[in-house]
């Protein structure tokens, strides 16, 4: 089992950054999984943002991340990262770190983009 706890979202203008960040307990083969950020809005089904594989080495994005934003992990530390630069409105939402291996998800933490 593996225990996802969210940070870092919160309120910003368009055009600035956030980095997210996702803590990882109750698993000693953090190492070897791969991890995950999605977001969603009320009403909405959650969308991928990032995937990245257990080194680190191999990573996927959204289609409407355009280059903004970066997925990265430290394996040591258990944690994974969403740098998210050039924010705009449409990317307020609520986002979630997801373990898909183990079927694990976050609470979520609230980015909110304002004009």
């Known amino acids: 089992q593996v225990h996802l706890v969210e940070s870092g979202g919160g309120l910003v203008q368009s055009g600035e950054s956030l980095r997210l960040s996702c803590a990882a307990s109750?698993?000693?083969?953090?190492?070897?999984?791969?991890m995950r950020w999605y977001r969603q809005t009320p009403g909405n089904k959650r969308e991928l943002v990032a995937h990245i594989n257990n080194d680190g080495l191999q990573t996927t994005y959204g289609d409407f991340v355009k280059g903004r934003f970066t997925i990265s992990r430290d394996n040591v530390k258990r944690m994974v990262y969403l740098q998210m630069n050039r924010l705009n409105v449409a990317d307020t939402a609520t986002y979630y770190c997801h373990a898909p291996d183990f079927g694990a998800w976050g609470q979520g933490t609230q980015v909110i983009v304002s004009s």
């Open positions: 109750g698993e000693r083969i953090f190492a070897v999984i791969p």
